[in-house]
C-alpha cells in the first residue's frame, strides 16, 4: 500500500466508515487503523514483518512503562531514568539507521566492506519520526510539563497514528492525546476540507515533482555532460522537485488526518518567500526544527557547562560574546543533529546542513555590517525590490547546499562544484533531450509551480487559497476543484517515484 495507491483509498474509506461508527471506541479503531496501514506498506517479507512487530512492541511498551516510571520517580533516580528510558529509544534508531552503515564503513577501508553483512537490518519505515515523537513524551513528562499517560492505548496511537508514522509531521503528546481521546462527530465541512487538502497533495506530487524529477535524474545521473548552467537548472528543479514532494505529502496526511477529525501541526510555511536563510529553517520541516530546538538546543544552552562557558566569555570578550559562543556551540549541535536525523552515516547530509550553519553563523556576525552598509545606501528594507533581492539570494544560497543531496557524496558534490565553475557553458547534451518531458510537460510543471507559489504567497500574507476559493460562488469553486481531480487523472504520473521523505 502507498498514499498514491487504491488501496490507500478503500483503506481510508473503510476506516471512516468504521470510525464513525464506533462512538467512543475511535481511538481503539485508530489504533487497529495506524497498525494495519504500518504492516500495510512494508515490504511483505516475513523477516521484515516480524522486525516490525518487534520493533513496535518495543518502542510503544518502553515509552508506556518508561512514563509511568520516570512519573513516579524523583531527583536524581528520575533522571536517571530518563537518561536509560530514551537511550533505549535512541538505540532502535542508531541500530536501524546508522550501525550497518557505519561499521561496513570502517571494514570498507581495511578491504573488506561485506564483512558485517549480518548487521543489515534494512530501513525502518517511520523510525526516524515515531522515534523523536516517543522521547519527547518521555522528556516532557520527565520536565513534569504534564503526567505519564496511564493508558497504553493512548501511547499506542500517538506513537504509531497512520497519517504521520511514515513522513511526520513530528508531533508532541499534549498536541495530540485530548484529540484521540475525544468523541468525533461526523462534520461535513472538515470531511470536504479533507479531500481538498489531500487533492492539493497529490496535485503537488503527481503533476508537479515528478516532472521535476525527470530533469534532476537526468543531469545529476551523468553531471560531465552537462554544462555548469545546466546543473543550476537542475539544482533548482530538484529544490522544487523536493517542496512540491514533501510539501505534497504533508497535504495528504494532513488532509488523511482531517478527515477522522484530528488536526497535525503545520510542516511548511512559504519558505521560498524567507528574507535569510535562518527564517527559511524557520518555515520548512517546522516540526523538526522545533523539536530540535525544544529537546537539544535550549536545554543544552542551560546546562551548567554551557553557562559557565558563557561567563567566561564574558570576561574575556565582553558580553556580546558571552551570550553568542555559546549559543553559536549549541547550533553547532543542532545542526550535526538534523544532518545526522536526515542523512544516516552519509556525510553529505551533514555537508549540506552545515553550510546553511555556516551561511546563518556569517550572517548573524556580520549583520551589524549589513546594517552599516545600508543606512549608508539608504536602502528601504521595507520595499518591494528589497524583499524580493534577498528572497532570490537566499534561495540561491540554499541551492549551493543542495547540490551534495542531489550527488549523494561530498566529494562527488564538490566534484560537481568544481565542473560547473570549469564548465559553464559547455556541455555535451542539452536538460531536455535526454528526457521524455514534451510541452506539455513544461506546462504542467512550470503552470502547476506558478499556483503553488500563489498559494505560499497568500499564506507568506497570513491568508490561504482555500479561503480565496470559498468565497468565491459554487459554480466555481467547483470548476476549480473539478478541474484539479482530472488534471491529477490524466496527468499525474502515478507509481514514477517514492516520497523522498520516507527514506528518512
Known sequence: MTLTSFSFFAFLLIGLLVYYMSGKGQKYVLLAMSLFFYFAIAPATLRYRLKLCAIVFYVVFLTYVGGLLIDRAKGKRRTILTF????GLAAVLFVTK???????GIAGLFGNPGAFEWLNFGSVIGVSYFILSAIGYLTD????????????????????????????????????????????GFDPDRISHGIRRMLWGYFKKLVISDRFFLIVNAVYGDYTAYSGWQIFLATVCYALRLYTDFSGCMDIVMGASELFGVSLPENFNAPFFSATVQEFWQRWHITLGGWFKDYVMYPLQKTKGMIELGKKCKKRFGKKAGKKIPFYLAMV???FGIGLWHGGAGYYFIASAGIPFLLM???????????????????????????????????LLLCFAWVFVCAGATGRGFRILGHQASHLLTGERSVLGNTTLQALDLCLMFGG???????????????????LLDAKPFALRFLAVNAEILVILFYGLVGSSAFIYFQF
Not at 84 to 87: K, P, R, W
Not at 380 to 386: A, D, H, L, P, Y
Not at 453 to 465: E, I, P, R, V
Request: charged letters at 15%; proline letters at 4%.
Open 84 to 87: 536509560f528510558c530514551i537511550g
Open 98 to 104: 546508522y550501525f550497518y552503515n557505519i561499521f561496513t
Open 141 to 184: 513528562v520527565c520536565w513534569e510539563s504534564y503526567p505519564a499517560e496511564k493508558n497504553p492505548v493512548n501511547i499506542g496511537v500517538f506513537v504509531l497514528y497512520f497519517p504521520q508514522v511514515i513522513s511526520g509531521p513530528v508531533t508532541r503528546f499534549s498536541q495530540m492525546n485530548s484529540q484521540f481521546c475525544e468523541k468525533t
Open 333 to 335: 549541535v543542532l545542526w
Open 361 to 395: 553563523l556569517l550572517g548573524d556576525v556580520l549583520s551589524p555590517l549589513f546594517e552599516k552598509v545600508s543606512n549608508a545606501l539608504h536602502i528601504r528594507k521595507e520595499s518591494g525590490i528589497f524583499k524580493t533581492v534577498c528572497f532570490l539570494r537566499t534561495n
Open 449 to 467: 509551480m506558478a499556483v503553488v507559489l500563489f498559494a505560499d504567497y497568500l499564506q507568506y500574507k497570513g491568508k490561504s487559497l482555500t479561503d
